[in-house]
Structure formats: structure tokens, C-alpha cells
């Protein structure tokens, strides 16, 4: 079965402009989260999305944004770009929404798209 | 959410067992410590989750103590490919229903030749 897939992998923008990154789960998988890597904050939760409806969100400005279409498949969308948004975005999926710790919704991350803002 | 503790920083020799400590002193009754292990700038790998009692799959085992307060993650014969950061994490279930990975620092785990 294959994994969680992102693309792009890589990606180059300057300030101002606004980025979509996309993310295509586990087949199966119905959840899709949404973290940011940085050196400096380490591993931070966005957001979760499940039958196309944003269902957690973590503590990140109105510039971050997403969806879920149908198929699961989820993007997510940074408007005005800043430098410190430069980052490893992570998507990960699970069967189910994280209700709890039970196996049906372990997460699993796909590679990341390695965002750089100059 | 429960705070874990971890080690910065671990060596292993080749070939030998890798035991990695987390102490989660305030974890609760229905919160499940997780193990994710990352490899340098690749998306974190799923290893291993508890609740009460010690499991094992294919690639390790995970050791809780009676009280929950600390856990032991295991790799029975560590290899060079082990190399990475090991984060453990206690999921909590929020009153919203739903919960969060929530990644410390963790510890980053060196095997040597």
C-alpha cells in the first residue's frame, strides 16, 4: 500500500506571495493532519481535517488555511508569505479522527515539503 | 497535555540493544504514550504505542513501568539505518474529542559502527 504522499518536495517563494501545498493519504485513510517543522519550534500541529471538515486547530495565524475534498486528499494554503514561514510542512494521515490514542487513528506522516521563503 | 522527558542525546553500538527512556510523570489513565523515530529532514516514522501493558511489533518493544510514569522504547539490535531522533509522545484526548501529537525535542539516537 502506499504511503502518504506530498508534493511538491520542494519549494522556492518570496515574501508576499502565497503557497498550496497538497497531500494525498493512505488509501483508506479518511483523516488529514497538518504539522510545521522548524528548527526552532520543532514539530507544531495546524490543523486536522476528516469528511472535509477542518476538526482541530492548533495555534497558527489566519494565514494558514485548509481543505479536504472527497477523496480525502487535503491542501493546505499559506497566504503572505513571510520568512519565518520557511519550514517543513508534514501531512499525516490515519483511518479515523483522532478521537484518542486507539489503533484506528495512528498517524502516519508522508516526506514534507520543504518550504523556503526568501 | 502530559509532558514527557527524554534524554538529548543517546550512542549504541551496532548490533547491540538501543534503550530508550521518556518519563512521563503526569500522564493520565486514558492517555497512550506513542513513539515516532525521524531521519534527518524525512517525515516522522511511526514505531510503536502503549497504554498499560509492554508490546512489540516488527520493529520494537515498548516497556511501561507498573505506574505509567516512564516508559522504555527498545530496539533489540540496533543498525547504523537506526540513526535518527526518537520522540515520545503521551496522546491526550481533548474534551472536544479529538487529540494531538503533541512532539517534544526528543532524543537523538547515534549508532555507531
Known amino acids: 500500500k502506499a504511503g502518504v504522499t506530498q508534493t511538491p518536495r520542494y519549494l522556492i517563494k518570496t515574501r508576499g506571495q502565497q503557497v498550496t501545498l497538497s497531500c494525498s493519504p493512505i488509501?483508506?485513510?479518511?483523516?488529514v493532519s497538518w504539522y510545521q517543522q522548524t528548527p526552532g519550534q520543532g514539530l507544531q500541529f495546524l490543523f486536522e481535517?476528516?469528511?472535509?471538515?477542518?476538526?482541530n486547530k492548533g495555534n497558527f495565524p489566519g494565514r494558514f488555511s485548509g481543505r479536504q475534498f472527497s477523496n480525502s486528499r487535503s491542501e493546505m494554503n499559506v497566504s503572505t508569505l513571510e520568512l519565518g514561514d520557511s519550514a517543513l510542512y508534514l501531512c499525516?494521515?490515519?483511518?479515523?479522527?483522532?478521537?484518542?490514542?486507539?489503533?484506528?487513528?495512528?498517524?502516519?506522516f508522508g516526506p514534507g515539503t520543504r518550504l523556503t521563503v526568501l | 497535555d502530559a509532558k514527557t522527558t527524554q534524554p538529548p542525546s543517546m550512542d549504541c553500538a551496532e548490533g547491540r540493544a538501543a534503550n530508550l527512556p521518556c518519563n512521563h510523570s503526569?500522564?493520565?489513565?486514558?492517555?497512550?504514550v506513542y513513539w515516532y523515530r525521524q531521519i534527518h529532514s524525512q517525515g516522522p516514522q511511526y514505531i510503536i504505542h502503549?497504554?498499560?501493558n509492554n508490546e512489540t511489533n516488527e520493529m520494537a518493544s515498548l516497556i511501561i513501568t507498573e505506574d505509567r510514569k516512564s516508559s522504555t522504547l527498545i530496539l533489540p539490535h540496533a543498525t547504523l539505518r537506526d540513526t535518527a531522533v526518537y520522540y515520545c509522545?503521551?496522546?491526550?484526548?481533548?474534551?472536544?474529542?479529538?487529540?494531538?501529537?503533541?512532539f517534544g525535542k526528543g532524543t537523538m539516537l547515534l549508532v555507531s559502527p
Open positions: 499525516a494521515s490515519s483511518l479515523e479522527p483522532t478521537s484518542g490514542g486507539t489503533s484506528t487513528d495512528t498517524q502516519y
Open positions: 488509501s483508506g485513510h479518511r483523516s
Open positions: 481535517y476528516f469528511s472535509e471538515t477542518q476538526r
Open positions: 503526569t500522564i493520565s489513565g486514558n492517555e497512550y
Open positions: 502503549g497504554l498499560k
Open positions: 509522545i503521551v496522546r491526550v484526548a481533548h474534551n472536544s474529542g479529538y487529540s494531538t501529537l503533541t
